[in-house]
């Protein structure tokens, strides 16, 4: 009967030291995954590796029209007159504009970390154009060219600076309200990512 209750005694022992490492080993292990999770430093260092994100893309159809008799002389609008010895030229014109985040001046100011280090917070600055251009091939059929009296008739270079002119205007333009929802939803999606990629499990996007 002695035998049985020390043996019982060294079982019961033996389990609770077993218990008592196992809850050790849980409670290293989440320290240690806690130091594992980047810092807002290393989050900065890796956005920033990105440089410019482009998040969404916008295409501008429009009509650029030339007409000399005009003091200026490059307009959207369709010309209502027309005098003798005038050029006019009405091009089509397609601009590709790209919209994301510059991400180089990215700074930790821009990430905040939850005291209980449970959720990432990144604040995206204004969104703007990363790249835009315009289509470079010219379509002589969709052209129009008409000049009248001693005038020569539009040439390819008149066309190009006619092309070159529309899509400056276009870069003029605030389109980004057209698409502002999009780039908001694919940053937020996009950065969210880049940030669970890295070991957070909880991050909050939030844009301007």
């Not at 810092?39 to 159809?61: G, H, M, Y």
């Not at 650029?64 to 006019?88: C, H, L, R, V």
């Not at 309200?177 to 940030?195: M, P, W, Y």
Request: positive net charge.
């Amino acid at each position: 009967m002695i035998k049985f209750q020390n043996s019982s005694i060294f079982k019961a022992s033996v389990l609770v030291c077993l218990m008592a490492f196992l809850l050790a080993g849980c409670h290293s292990g989440q320290k240690q995954q806690k130091i594992k999770l980047p810092s807002k430093a290393d989050i900065v260092s890796e956005l920033k590796q990105k440089a410019d994100i482009v998040t969404t893309e916008l295409k501008v159809r429009k009509v650029a029209i030339y007409d000399s008799s005009k003091s200026e002389k490059f307009t959207w609008k369709n010309p209502n007159t027309w005098k003798w010895g005038d050029q006019k030229c009405i091009i089509p014109i397609e601009v590709t504009l790209k919209y994301g985040y510059d991400l180089r001046n990215l700074s930790i100011k821009n990430v905040e970390i939850e005291e209980d280090s449970s959720i990432v917070v990144i604040h995206l600055p204004k969104p703007k154009i990363i790249d835009a251009g315009y289509n470079t091939y010219i379509d002589e059929g969709s052209i129009v060219k008409m000049s009248t009296g001693l005038r020569s008739e539009v040439g390819h270079a008149l066309q190009e600076e006619i092309r070159r002119k529309g899509y400056e205007a276009v870069l003029k333009d605030e389109l980004i309200s057209s698409v502002g929802e999009d780039v908001k939803r694919n940053a937020q999606t996009l950065f969210t990512s880049i940030v669970k990629g890295m070991g957070w499990k909880h991050v909050v996007v939030e844009v301007e």
